[in-house]
């Protein structure tokens, strides 16, 4: 069971079509390649922007994509994104979200709603959140969401194909995202085409 990365987004209410920002990101990717790691990160920005802005308010995703799920969890346009391996119990999943999301509001409190741009400052909790919470069990000791979760609707999408708009192609996403270097992009396209694209999430 593991964590992958964990990002806090604002997503803006307003379907003016504009990206979430990011405004905390931390992320363990020891276990891929050194010479993978970069891309592994950027395409973890892009997926998590892309699955947050496709997150209702007050509503929890659960997106599977090969071996790992990516969660999210929108309150009233804070969103918090994680990206876990499929062994990790899902109702510990939301635990951690549920638990940075009331973190992030309690050290930061509404100043969030004016942040423009991505947030390049680490908020140290993420990154222990991101270790102690490697074990499930931590996450559900420490908050109990069973009742908010029964009441919560979580929509499980097969793929993350399912989570985009109607039209929208994941490839057109790649080639215009700004989350991805040429490199990235170049290694997604030839990952495609030899049908090994999802291995890197």
Known sequence: MKI???LVLKCDS??????PVILANATDVNHFGYFQRVTVRQFIVFVGRTVAKRTPPDQRHSVQHEE???HSYNRNGLCVVGFMDDHYPVRSAFSVLNKVIDEYQ???GETWRNIQADSTQPWPYLNEA???FQ???EADNLLKIQRELDETKIILHKTIDSVLERGEKLDSLVEKSS???AASQMFYKQAKKTN???TIL
């Open 4 to 6: 992958t990365a964990l």
């Open 14 to 19: 307003r379907s003016d079509g504009s990206d």
């Open 68 to 70: 790992y799920k990516v």
């Open 106 to 108: 309690k050290c930061f």
């Open 130 to 132: 991101l270790t102690k």
């Open 135 to 137: 074990d499930p069990g």
């Open 179 to 181: 989350d991805l270097s």
């Open 196 to 198: 090994q694209c999802c």
